[in-house]
């Protein structure tokens, strides 16, 4: 019989934070990032990078050097409401397509 948890409760919460404190901060930052981004204060974003530069995670750091090679295209995320979704996701269904076509998208080769 699975034992299935829907929630964590708010004393299983307090206990991961007061054991593993680097989790806390993990989860305070990416919290403030969301909130950075729903408000749409893009001054805010240059100081959360600051500030979570100070854990010095390898992965971390790796998502902060992405931010910042595109720091341009991230600001103006900020300014402008509209996004290039629906025709990214049509391009990708488009090479999905071709891929089956040309047999690089096949049972076989997930078979080797």
């Known amino acids: 019989?699975?034992?299935e948890v829907k929630q964590l409760t708010d004393e299983q919460v307090k206990n991961a934070f007061r054991k593993y404190p680097l989790f806390?901060?993990?989860?305070?930052?990416v919290w403030s990032f969301k909130s950075i981004l729903l408000s749409g204060q893009?001054?805010?974003?240059?100081?959360w990078i600051t500030k979570a530069q100070t854990l010095e995670l390898t992965k971390?750091?790796?998502f902060l050097n992405g931010l910042k090679r595109d720091i341009n295209a991230v600001e103006?995320?900020?300014l402008f409401s509209y996004s290039n979704g629906l025709a990214e996701g049509?391009?990708?269904?488009l090479k999905n397509?071709?891929?089956i076509m040309y047999g690089r998208c096949s049972f076989d080769l997930l078979r080797n």
Do not use: Q
Not at 24 to 29: N, P, T, V
């Open 24 to 29: 806390k901060k993990l989860y305070d930052l």
């Open 97 to 99: 397509i071709k891929r």
């Open 90 to 93: 049509s391009v990708n269904k």
């Open 76 to 78: 103006n995320a900020f």
């Open 60 to 62: 971390l750091n790796s």
């Open 42 to 47: 893009r001054e805010e974003l240059h100081t």
């Open 1 to 3: 019989m699975a034992l």
